[in-house]
């Protein structure tokens, strides 16, 4: 009994991150083709004439239809049109005031230039000698900026999850000496904040890849002179 108890917890391993991935993915799927199927044209659309649903079909169309509209906004008549657009947006009272704070905080996001989100660390809350998983978003700017440390020694924006669903938390305001950048990638700190701490990243190993990875950036003459010193 003990070893097929052991054989169960070890396929139950393997097929459970498999089997809830492949729901999550489908059930994305089949969201999105509920939503773009219906308006797709009856001659165009697969499943009119074939006689089993083509699933993914309407994400496809999806995906084209966005990077048309991106091809579009990228020349002087696409971003007159959404200028007028946002003109019109931004005269009605409710709809500008949700549609300005998505549109900064996905040109934030995704903004290849941005660095939010791209470091963990540790703060001490919620007191003194507890410590807490952040994910540092940027500087603080503006009015908060201004408010707290001002420029001598200016607050980060930080986010702190709640375990085990990472997308809800608090915003923090911590000045930038209480922080401490940690190695490890958002990741490997999202898994420690959803495993509520049993998922650890291996510090040695990712220690060991960053030397690795800043040995291979020096010249070959840095690396021959580095090979030639005695190991201690």
Avoid: C
Avoid at 66 to 76: C, D, H, K, S, Y
Avoid at 114 to 136: D, M
Avoid at 141 to 149: L, P
């Amino acid at each position: 009994m003990t070893r097929l108890r052991n054989y169960f917890l070890t396929g139950f391993i393997v097929t459970a991150p498999l089997a809830i991935t492949a729901y999550l993915a489908w059930s994305f799927v089949g969201w999105v083709d509920s939503w773009v199927k219906p308006y797709i044209p009856a001659r165009y659309n697969p499943d009119t004439y074939l006689p089993f649903a083509v699933p993914g079909f309407g994400l496809i169309v999806a995906l084209i239809l966005i990077t048309l509209v991106g091809f579009m906004t990228a020349n002087i008549i696409g971003r007159t049109i959404v200028s007028y657009g946002e003109y019109f947006l931004g005269r009605m009272p409710l709809v500008r005031s949700v549609y300005r704070g998505l549109k900064q905080i996905l040109e934030t996001v995704l903004s290849e230039r941005s660095e939010t989100f791209k470091k963990v660390g540790l703060i001490e809350y919620p007191r003194k000698g507890l410590w807490a998983l952040v994910f540092i978003a940027t500087e603080a700017r503006g009015e908060v900026r201004r408010h707290t440390n001002g420029e001598e020694d200016p607050s980060i924006a930080v986010f702190l999850p709640t375990t085990p669903n990472p997308t809800s938390g608090y915003l923090l305001f911590v000045p930038k000496d209480d922080v401490i950048e940690l190695d490890m990638t958002v990741e490997d700190g999202a898994k420690l904040v959803i495993s509520a701490g049993l998922v650890s990243p291996e510090y040695e190993r990712r220690t060991q890849e960053l030397a690795e990875e800043a040995l291979a950036a020096q010249p070959a003459r840095n690396r021959r002179t580095a090979s030639s010193l005695p190991k201690r």
